[in-house]
């Protein structure tokens, strides 16, 4: 009694969502590979009903639990039925707001369409405008190079306000005083014409001054002290980068020390030989450039 109670519930769910089914037939292919998943379902259902109905005899003990079972059985088919009728509610809703969505659709077209042609519109303008302007351009670009190559190629003071450095340092007395620009004729510790000062009386005390760049080195120029010490400077040799360009041989306040030969160098170093201190009130470098790696082969 209870496999037919079973059996007709099974059928009039697959009736009833078989009518509803081709009343309203799903569009949307997510739906139909549900209903196709429901009416395997409703299949194994029916098949399950048939096994318990030829299994009754044996099974009269647990009519109760069967029932229970049942029970359940009508509850799922219900709410399976349900959510067929929701989907199907959905579909039809859907359906009636495609109109709708097509107009938002079409206006969304016309607008990307338009955009497009205001942003050809556009580029084209912009090309028209970069050809006729290229060739000044150009010619602008030609007369800045020739600016540059011109300042270039003037001999001018080179390492002023440079960095500067030296190996050891007497008090106050830096190394950034021998590129300051100042080379007055006062004399003395405590005058406006401040000096460098190496600490240690040792033998090969440095300074250097970075000069930033690559330069062709034209001239070197040295300001020694007015007032002592300027025979500690006596053998002190002049470097641009490796290249030896001169060595100090008397007191004079004012060392030229004129480079022959080309020579590029990013830095100059002075390097005192002897045992003693080095002191000079400026250190001047003029040269041309700076100049690319390539540029140096090629000139």
């Known amino acids: 009694m209870f496999c037919l109670l079973l059996l007709w519930i099974v059928t009039v769910c697959g009736i009833s969502q078989e009518v509803e089914l081709k009343r309203f037939p799903p569009k949307d292919p997510e739906i139909s590979t549900l209903l196709q998943e429901l009416t ?16 009754a005899t044996g099974l009269q003990k647990e009519s109760l639990s069967l029932r229970e079972e049942i029970l359940t059985l009508r509850k799922e088919s219900f709410q399976m039925q ?10 039809r809703d859907q359906t009636t707001n495609s109109s709708g969505a097509k107009e938002v659709l079409t206006d969304l077209v016309q607008e990307v369409k338009e955009l497009k042609s205001l942003v050809s519109d556009n580029q084209e303008t912009s090309l028209q405008q970069c050809e006729v302007q290229l060739p000044q351009v150009q010619l602008n670009l030609v007369k800045l190079l020739k600016v540059v190559d011109v300042m270039r190629s003037e001999v001018r003071l080179i390492s002023q306000q440079k960095l500067a450095w030296q190996n050891s340092t007497n008090g106050e007395w830096q190394p950034d005083f021998v590129v300051d620009g100042v080379y007055t004729l006062s004399r003395g510790y405590n005058s406006d014409n401040p000096f460098q000062h190496t600490a240690n009386n040792l033998q090969n005390n440095v300074v250097m001054v970075d000069l930033g760049a690559t330069f062709k080195i034209h ?8 007032d002592a010490r300027r025979d500690q400077h006596i053998g002190v040799d002049v470097f641009a980068g490796e290249t030896l360009i001169g060595t100090i041989t008397d007191q004079r306040h004012l060392l030229n020390f004129p480079v022959q030969d080309t020579v590029y160098a990013s830095k100059v170093y002075l390097r005192n030989r002897n045992t003693g201190y080095m002191m000079f009130i400026e250190l001047q470098v003029f040269g041309t450039g700076p100049y690319a790696d390539d540029e140096m082969l090629s000139g």
Not at 44 to 54: I, N
Not at 219 to 226: A, E, M, S
């Open 82 to 91: 349900k959510e067929m009728y929701d989907l199907i509610k959905s579909q």
């Open 40 to 55: 395997v379902l409703k299949q194994e259902l029916r098949e399950e009903a048939l096994t318990l109905r030829e299994e």
């Open 219 to 226: 001239t070197v120029k040295l300001w020694n002290r007015l």
